[in-house]
């Protein structure tokens, strides 16, 4: 009886930690954002940490110095380092259709990037297989990248909204869970209505 009420509470406890874990996220982001009591902790962002959450430890510097300032300037090296290629191929007297087909190359996977990491942002990629198969091409076009992470920067680190969402998502079910569950007696005593003495 006592092994089977056991199996009981770390079932219990196990379900638990996997309601507290936002709607989109699973593996790897799934482990990360659940606390060793059970509770959703926040994901961290890439060059922002958790500081996303209170727009503390320089958040502020962060975004404006490392990502926009960084981004922006990688970009614009970048589009000089194409400019210099698409000059070495006209003193090497290339074909002009090489050089139409470098810059529409370059272009295209650029405009690719850019709409796949804003998208990014916002929301989970759905099928992960093209997204792996859409690599190359970002990395081709990894300035579109680049100036999407400036864009959203200005306003937000990027991906923090989504982050956000799903956090007090998380927050809310489990916090939610936790009043109503049987198998806690302060947070049956406080769900509990109190009953008026008797006179």
């Known amino acids: 009886m006592s092994q089977n009420k056991t199996q009981g509470k770390s079932r219990t406890k196990s379900e638990g930690r996997n309601e507290s874990v936002g709607p ?17 902790r926040p994901e961290p962002l890439r060059f922002f940490g958790t500081t996303w959450l209170a727009h503390d430890g320089g958040y502020t ?6 990502v926009a300032v960084g981004s922006l300037a990688a970009a614009v090296g970048a589009c000089l380092l194409l400019r210099f290629a698409y000059q070495g191929l006209t003193i090497a007297d ?9 810059i529409v190359m370059f272009s295209v996977c650029s405009a690719i990037a850019f709409r796949k990491t804003w ?11 093209r997204e792996e198969q859409l690599r190359s091409l970002k990395g081709i076009g990894f300035i579109g990248s680049l100036l999407a992470y400036f864009l959203r ?24 869970r936790r009043t109503t569950r049987t198998g806690n007696p302060a947070a049956r005593k406080a769900s509990r209505p109190k009953r008026p003495k008797r006179k």
């Open 24 to 40: 989109h996220e699973s593996g790897e982001a799934a482990e990360a954002a659940v606390a060793a009591d059970g509770g959703p």
């Open 61 to 66: 510097a962060r975004r404006a110095a490392a």
């Open 94 to 102: 290339a074909s002009p259709f090489i050089g139409i087909l470098v």
């Open 119 to 129: 998208e990014g942002f916002s929301k989970r990629p759905v099928d992960r297989a």
């Open 153 to 176: 920067s200005l306003t937000e680190a990027p991906g923090e909204r989504l982050r956000r969402t799903e956090y007090e998502t998380a927050v809310a079910r489990y916090e939610r």
